[in-house]
């Protein structure tokens, strides 16, 4: 089993950047990818959003089209964390942001319901 707990969300006002952390601890060995997912205030768990992902075999890194460009997703091995940088912050990227983890190949990394463990999430705030 894998526990995550995610930090660093807050209010910021557009244009603003924040940086959010994800710390995994547990049976890390059997992580293939984790990832950060986004559920918007009055959406439903199965309707979060994809943000983007990082490998932990392979490395591959991929992003939603919403957020290339500004979203910066990394890896510390050394310490089990994972990062997302956050710049230039839009008002609708209000949502609480949540850590997940798989621990197998998919084809569609961008589900939710590929991912196994959770985080109990982070909210973020933007003001315009």
């Known amino acids: 089993q894998v526990q995550l707990v995610e930090s660093g969300g807050g209010l910021v006002q557009a244009g603003g950047s924040l940086r959010l952390s994800c710390a995994v601890s547990?049976?890390?060995?059997?992580?293939?990818?984790t990832a950060w997912f986004r559920q918007a205030p009055g959406k439903e768990r199965e309707d979060r959003e994809f943000v983007a992902s990082i490998a932990w075999i392979g490395s591959n890194i991929a992003y939603a089209d919403s957020v290339k460009g500004r979203f910066t997703v990394s890896g510390d091995n050394a310490k089990n964390t994972i990062h997302l940088q956050m710049n230039n912050l839009r008002p609708e990227d209000t949502a609480v942001y949540y850590c997940?983890?798989?621990?197998?190949?998919?084809?569609?990394?961008?589900?939710?319901?590929?991912?196994?463990?959770w985080g109990q999430g982070t909210p973020v705030t933007v003001s315009s």
């Open positions: 547990g049976r890390t060995d059997t992580i293939y990818a």
């Open positions: 997940g983890a798989r621990h197998y190949h998919s084809d569609y990394p961008q589900l939710a319901y590929e991912y196994d463990d």
